[in-house]
């Protein structure tokens, strides 16, 4: 299907574990970005990448780690896990002016 | 640094019209978004305008834009139930490149 994938929808994982949030395109964007949502803080930027094997720090990047070895995959690790970054992530990808595409999102929860 | 104000929240009652305003800071940003979120989904664009226009109308959707006081409203005609969302506003200013700068977003709640 042609669009923005994200996976898991929903994950559950507990404090100190690695967990990897999973981001597919299939339009070749150059842009890919990765938010969280939070009540009261709305969308915050973590990271971004402006092509393969170019990535730049966001707002709140502490804690995460990407990578893009390839144009369409986007990953977003949490290295170890805290009750903090329970949240709402989303993935998006952009090319010109038309503004972001964003996927459906994944609720993440740490216990 | 950069930001985008909204109000939180706005009620209106099935088929009257609805006008969700932004105010934004970077008089250079080139192009200014409206997006909607749906309850459990992501954002969708709605809608955006170029800078150097004033107004720009989508079937029940018209921004409007003032530039002059960095103000930007989404009015939304005949509103239904199933508009009822938190509706985002965005710029993107010029030195931020493909980067965009979002509102923290409006609720809008429909009542029948």
């Known amino acids: 299907d042609a669009g923005i994938t994200q996976s898991p929808r929903y994950k559950i994982t507990e404090t100190g574990r690695q967990v990897t949030l999973m981001c597919h395109q299939t339009?070749?964007?150059?842009?890919m970005f990765w938010y969280r949502q939070d009540l009261g803080h709305g969308l915050r930027l973590i990271y971004y990448?402006?092509?393969?094997?170019?990535?730049d720090k966001g707002e709140v990047p502490d804690g995460y780690v990407v990578s893009r070895s390839k144009t369409e995959n986007f990953p977003l690790t949490l290295e170890s896990a805290t009750r903090s970054q329970t949240s709402v992530y989303f993935c998006?990808?952009?090319?010109?002016?038309?503004?972001?595409?964003f996927g459906s999102g994944t609720r993440l929860t740490v216990v | 640094g950069e930001d985008v104000e909204q109000s939180l929240f706005l009620s209106v009652r099935e088929g009257d019209s609805s006008v969700i305003n932004c105010t934004y800071t970077d008089s250079s940003s080139t192009y200014l978004y409206w997006y909607k979120q749906e309850p459990g989904a992501g954002l969708q664009l709605l809608t955006y305008i170029f800078s150097n226009m004033d107004m720009k109308q989508d079937q029940r959707l018209t921004v409007l834009l003032n530039k002059k006081d960095k103000h930007l409203s989404l009015r939304i005609a005949d509103t239904q139930t199933g508009d009822s969302a938190i509706y985002f506003c965005?710029?993107?200013?010029?030195?931020?490149?493909?980067?965009?700068?979002f509102g923290a977003g409006t609720i809008l709640r429909v009542k029948s």
């Open positions: 339009w070749s964007h150059s842009y």
């Open positions: 998006a990808s952009s090319e010109g002016s038309r503004g972001y595409t």
């Open positions: 990448s402006a092509a393969a094997d170019i990535t």
């Open positions: 965005a710029e993107r200013p010029r030195e931020y490149g493909n980067k965009l700068v």
